[in-house]
């Protein structure tokens, strides 16, 4: 039906006349059941047992996703573990204190304590780096050197 709709001359090419073209598509036409359109617009007519299941469906999804987000952002967050904590302190000292400094810092220390990173350096020869980072974004709560000794006091 579509050969014979969209390309007359090459239909006509393979069954000749515009009489058999015509007869094809009588005879297509005849066997084809054609039913009343339902626009896909309008809702189907549901039983309220139908509507009471997919609303049950509807709030189990929203319970399931809302655990399952809960449960990921408590566990693991962006900062997983204290390798991923030592690396953004590495990447944060680098520009500012620049990279022999930090270089001199290894080994880092890192430690989780209520939700925030703690990770610091160890040099002998400077005052230790420092970084906070809270555990559940990756955001840095504070940056800096450690103080080696007490300012003196102001007279």
Known sequence: MGLIREDENLTNRFLGNHSSIE???KE???RTTICQKVST???????NECKRILA???EETERLIAHEMESELSKSGPVRDADTAKRIAEALWIPKYGADTVASQAPL???LKFNVWIVTGSSST???LYAFIFQPD???LSSGQWLTKSPDPVD
């Open 41 to 47: 617009a309008l809702d189907l007519p549901m039983s």
């Open 126 to 128: 400077g005052p230790p």
């Open 56 to 58: 049950y469906a509807a």
């Open 23 to 25: 007869s094809i598509r």
């Open 109 to 111: 220390q890192a430690e």
């Open 138 to 140: 990756g955001r840095i």
């Open 28 to 30: 297509i036409e005849g």
